[in-house]
């Protein structure tokens, strides 16, 4: 299989809350051969539709409540290795076909010791479950035309970590990482280097050490000592690249505060959600989060704050009128196709795109109450499924005229809103998108959260509003929907 090599390379390794875009992007400028994402859950993947981001120039990946669960971009296109979490071969194989146009390669962790992991057979849950580990690797390895990984703990003798590792090689699958620890162990817990050592002797393909970063690695020049120590053709680390990621660099280590401005900025090219910008420059602060500046960075709640703690509030500033003057590009550019009527049915081919929206504003609701304006009975939407995919597709009834998007959504409710959309852009009525002059039809009382028609208590999190950043409580290691 052709494409990314794992032979005598250094990579950062999958960490979660840390191996989102803008960290991946910071070890690539320093360096790493690699970057691996973070662990991510089958089960929420597979429910994720792919979002071309026009305005980021990302590809997001996003889940039915709307939160982005993987953006990448073209610079970590031929680097990236998305990293899932599955225990179960066919939905490993839905979410890996997924991703596979966007990424590298795909891993799947066995190696991860942490409950969010192992329970459902996870993560090192399936060292104790070869067969599972080769169907899973076998389904992938065969429906995937990007070369398959993955990364393993080792087992309590080195007869057993051999006998696994050939029998991962038999698989097919590229490369094989080994974490040095036994799933009971921590950091604290020395590395077993002859376990890697007899790995890496029993199989030919590359094998990836993991786990030196507190002993073993501290700078860049510790790397290739690291890797003859363990007799593995590459390297992969953690929590040194956590700590600086300069340590990929040659002749490195930068200063922090160059490495924490470096990683801001990508954070904020890349809309990054705010708590997991946090949590990862705490991180990089260690002993030093109790600093003044570790102090304003705790007390931060946005992006912008942030910013304003490492005096980028300028930098911060600009990349927002650039964001917004190609939003307002895009759509001025956007040419609303002719409606195509098919018997009772006026279709247009529009998607509901969120990002387009402020927080609470949705097509939906300005239909509602442009029928309340106009006297006329509220919207009535009716919903199909399609069997072959389980997507949805809506028509809503306004005026006794019926108004369908002749393309199919992920979700219910998005189904509704591009139904909504085609209504409203058929009758030129405003839908409320980000830029438009206020119509008036939806007031303040509506803005602040109180249409329940619309179910708008739940709190959308959007780059497109700095504001919104304050008001974000969702899951920190997601990055926030544009």
């Not at 690699?34 to 305005?55: F, G, P, S, T």
């Not at 390297?235 to 490195?252: D, I, K, P, Q, T």
């Given at each position: ?11 950062l390794?999958p ?16 360096g790493a ?8 859950i ?26 982005v669960?993987?953006?990448?971009c ?9 990293q ?8 490993a ?9 966007d ?13 969010y992991?192992?329970?459902?057979g ?5 060292l104790?479950d ?8 076998q389904?992938?390895?065969s429906?995937?035309s990007?070369?398959?990984t ?15 590792v ?5 698989t ?13 162990e ?10 890697i050592?007899?790995?890496?002797r ?13 002993d073993?690695?501290?700078t ?35 200063p ?16 990054n ?15 030093k ?10 007390a ?14 300028e ?9 917004q003057v190609?939003?307002?590009s ?6 609303l ?5 098919e018997g ?38 009716e919903?199909v499924?399609?069997?072959?995919d ?15 998007s ?26 409320g998108r980000i ?14 959260g109180?249409?329940?028609?619309e179910?708008?208590?739940k ?16 899951d920190?290691t997601?990055?926030?929907?544009l």
């Amino acid at each position: 299989m052709c494409g990314l090599s794992f032979r005598n390379i250094t990579a950062l390794a999958p960490m979660v809350r840390v191996g989102t875009l803008p960290m991946r992007l910071l070890a690539l400028d320093y360096g790493a051969d690699v970057v691996y994402c973070e662990e991510l859950i089958d089960i929420k993947m597979a429910k994720c539709q792919r979002v071309v981001n026009e305005v980021l120039d990302t590809v997001d990946f996003v889940a039915p409540d709307e939160r982005v669960m993987f953006r990448t971009c073209e610079r970590e296109k031929d680097r990236v290795v998305f990293q899932m979490g599955t225990a179960d071969p066919d939905r490993a194989l839905i979410v890996a076909k997924l991703v596979e146009q966007d990424v590298a390669a795909v891993d799947v962790n066995m190696g991860c010791p942490k409950e969010y992991s192992t329970k459902g057979g996870m993560g090192a849950a399936l060292l104790s479950d070869p067969d599972k580990i080769v169907a899973i690797l076998q389904k992938l390895v065969s429906g995937v035309s990007i070369p398959v990984t993955c990364k393993i703990r080792i087992l309590p003798s080195l007869e057993e970590t051999v006998s696994l590792v050939r029998r991962i090689e038999k698989t097919g699958v590229a490369a094989v990482a080994v974490h040095g620890r036994l799933k009971e162990e921590r950091p604290r817990h020395p590395l077993h280097l002859d376990h890697i050592q007899a790995a890496a002797r029993a199989v030919s393909i590359p094998v990836i050490a993991n786990g030196g970063s507190l002993d073993l690695v501290k700078t860049n020049s510790d790397i290739e000592a690291f890797r003859r120590a363990s007799g593995a053709s590459s390297v992969m680390l953690a929590r040194a690249a956590m700590w600086n990621a300069s340590v990929f660099m040659e002749g490195g280590p930068l200063p922090l505060e160059a490495v924490m401005e470096d990683y801001l900025k990508h954070a904020i090219r890349y809309n990054n959600h705010a708590f997991n910008t946090k949590y990862c420059l705490c991180q990089m602060l260690r002993d030093k989060v109790e600093s003044p500046l570790g102090k304003q960075l705790q007390a931060a709640q946005t992006t912008q704050e942030i910013s304003e703690a490492f005096g980028l509030q300028e930098f911060y500033q600009q990349i927002q009128d650039q964001l917004q003057v190609k939003r307002n590009s895009l759509q001025s550019c956007s040419q609303l196709e002719e409606p195509l009527v098919e018997g009772d049915v006026t279709m247009m081919a529009v998607r509901f795109e969120r990002r387009e929206y402020p927080p609470h504003i949705t097509p939906k609701m300005f239909l509602l109450e442009w029928s309340r304006k106009e006297k006329l009975e509220q919207p009535l939407y009716e919903m199909v499924q399609r069997s072959e995919d389980r997507s949805f597709q809506s028509t809503v009834t306004v005026e006794s005229k019926k108004y369908r998007s002749t393309l199919w959504e992920k979700s219910k409710k998005f189904a509704e809103q591009a139904a909504a959309v085609v209504c409203l852009r058929v009758l030129g009525v405003p839908e409320g998108r980000i830029g438009e002059e206020d119509s008036g039809l939806v007031c303040k009382r509506k803005l602040n959260g109180t249409a329940e028609e619309e179910g708008s208590k739940k709190r959308h999190v959007f780059e497109t509003q700095q504001e919104a950043d304050s008001a974000a409580s969702g899951d920190s290691t997601k990055s926030q929907k544009l």
